[in-house]
């Protein structure tokens, strides 16, 4: 293996936001994005990376919705688990017909289709080259899927965080409003909460920064992306 393909990690966690499913579609799974998803995955894999993901569910439902529209704040995050639920099922598929093989754990008992989370397991399925998706978060209501990669990534002794996001990186304003917004290409934790950046909700940084977890910023929009960030390529923004 020459330098360039030799990859700087050796475990990772991705964290899949659910809006990283839709494509183009307003609403659910596009399927043609899953496998294009899934290749990028495939790629980082064939160099040797241990693989586990933590999918969101924010393209199916999120509890916040439910709370908005009068529901109780459990039972609408509990929707929110079984979306993610159901996006991992989409993605585990798209993943086997990439030719990966692919463990589902969810935190919430789902026997006919994921494994209970069991840490020890879980870094067995990984060292023998398997993907592994996390589903339903924690598996408990008011915590986000950034909270469930944080710990989840703590557990299994992951190397670092990838956080694939709509947006390229952090910024020191949403550059979707502000054309002066700075992109910044390495800062550290403290950093991010001196300038206030929203890089993850709170629990799920406050985790973070007090394990040293680095966290990689970076969008599935730019193709290979993922790839140059596990070569230990400058992409998006690296908090360490
Ligand atoms: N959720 C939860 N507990 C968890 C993780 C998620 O209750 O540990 C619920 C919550 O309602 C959340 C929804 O599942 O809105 C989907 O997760 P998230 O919003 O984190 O998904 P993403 O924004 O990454 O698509």
Redesign the pocket.
Same mark, same amino acid.
Request: hydrophobic share 35%; charged share 15%; aromatic share 8%.
């Given at each position: 293996m020459n330098k360039a393909s030799k990859p700087a990690y050796r475990r990772i966690l991705l964290?899949?936001?659910?809006?990283?499913l839709l494509g183009s579609l307003p609403y659910g799974i596009d399927v043609i994005t899953a496998d294009s998803i899934a290749r990028d995955i495939k790629d980082i894999q064939d160099l040797g990376v241990q693989v586990a993901i933590?999918?969101? $569910?924010?393209?199916? /439902?999120?509890?916040?919705?439910?709370t908005e529209a009068g529901m109780d704040?459990?039972s609408?995050?509990?929707?929110?688990?079984?979306?993610?639920i159901m996006?991992a099922i989409a993605l585990q598929d798209a993943l086997e017909r990439a030719g990966c093989i692919c463990r589902h754990i969810s935190?919430i008992d789902v026997k006919s289709v994921a494994e209970p989370f069991i840490p020890r397991r879980v870094v067995r399925h990984l060292e023998k080259g398997r993907i592994v998706i996390f589903s339903?978060?924690? $598996?408990?209501?008011? /915590?986000?899927?950034?909270?469930?990669s944080a710990l989840r990534a703590l557990e299994i002794q992951a190397d670092v965080i990838f956080k694939a996001t709509k947006v390229d990186g952090a910024y020191s304003a949403d550059p979707m409003k502000d054309k002066s917004a700075k992109k910044f290409t390495t800062i550290s934790h403290e950093e991010v909460l001196q300038k206030g950046l929203q890089v993850m909700?709170t629990t799920a940084f406050t985790l973070c920064r007090e394990n040293k977890m680095p966290i990689v910023i970076f969008s599935l929009k730019k193709k290979g992306q993922m790839k140059k960030a596990v070569l230990g390529e400058r992409v998006g923004t690296t908090i360490s």
């Open positions: 964290k899949l936001s659910g809006e990283s933590m999918i969101g $569910g924010g393209n199916i /439902f999120r509890g916040v919705r439910g704040r459990a609408a995050d509990y929707m929110g688990l079984l979306a993610t996006n935190a339903a978060g924690l $598996g408990s209501p008011y /915590f986000t899927t950034d909270t469930a909700d």
